[in-house]
């Protein structure tokens, strides 16, 4: 705490924001402050209702601190939120997580499940698989069928990729 105290006694931005609240003179570089002046409680600490406004050569620290084990942008965000406050936190939050290639990679959408195995029918056609392939170099399709049953194939090489006209054979 007394680390707080001292650097917050040195911190140009929060001597602006008590004068702000003292004074009600608000300079334009802490704007970010102004829409918080009913909640700031200026003693040897700057307080955001009851949360410590962090001097900004500590956000850095903080930040490492509450980023430990890497909790993602959600914890972490909670941690500090329920604690300290510093204009743009929100923000410094993401950058942090957002730059970590460890959390980039953990944070990958899950792959896909691993392919199924079909089970194998009762008797031959009742499950069977088909596919278009083309066109081909000589503007022909080829129609193949497969029967899951016996792996038998049928192969039909067709001018034509329409439905309808492919079924008539």
Same mark, same amino acid.
């Given at each position: 705490?007394?680390?707080?105290?001292?650097?917050?006694?040195?911190?140009?931005?929060?001597? /602006?924001?008590? *004068? !702000?609240?003292?004074?009600?003179?608000?300079?334009?570089?802490?704007?970010?402050? &102004?829409?918080? +002046?009913?909640?700031?409680?200026?003693?040897?600490?700057?307080?955001?209702?009851?949360?410590?406004?962090?001097?900004?050569?500590?956000?850095?620290?903080?930040?490492?601190?509450?980023?430990?084990?890497?909790?993602?942008?959600?914890?972490?965000?909670?941690?500090?939120?329920?604690?300290?406050?510093?204009?743009?936190?929100?923000?410094?939050?993401?950058?942090?997580? /957002?730059?970590? *290639? !460890?959390?980039?990679?953990?944070?990958?959408?899950?792959?896909?499940?691993?392919? &199924?195995?079909? +089970?194998?029918?009762?008797?031959?056609?009742?499950?069977?698989?088909?596919?278009?392939?083309?066109?081909?170099?000589?503007?022909?399709?080829?129609?193949?069928?497969?029967?899951?049953?016996?792996?038998?194939?049928?192969?039909?090489?067709?001018?034509?990729?329409?439905?309808?006209?492919?079924?008539?054979?």
């Amino acid at each position: 705490m007394s680390t707080i105290v001292a650097y917050s006694e040195k911190d140009q931005e929060i001597y /602006k924001v008590k *004068k !702000g609240v003292y004074q009600n003179d608000w300079d334009d570089s802490i704007k970010s402050y &102004k829409f918080f +002046e009913n909640e700031l409680f200026p003693d040897s600490i700057l307080l955001r209702g009851n949360k410590i406004v962090i001097p900004q050569q500590l956000c850095k620290s903080v930040l490492d601190a509450a980023y430990e084990g890497h909790p993602g942008i959600v914890a972490m965000k909670g941690r500090l939120r329920s604690k300290v406050w510093w204009p743009r936190i929100d923000k410094d939050v993401e950058q942090l997580v /957002k730059a970590c *290639k !460890g959390c980039t990679l953990v944070g990958l959408p899950n792959p896909p499940a691993p392919m &199924k195995r079909r +089970e194998l029918p009762a008797a031959p056609w009742i499950d069977v698989t088909m596919d278009l392939m083309g066109p081909l170099p000589s503007n022909e399709y080829l129609l193949v069928v497969v029967d899951y049953y016996s792996r038998y194939e049928e192969v039909k090489i067709t001018k034509t990729s329409q439905a309808y006209r492919l079924l008539k054979w």
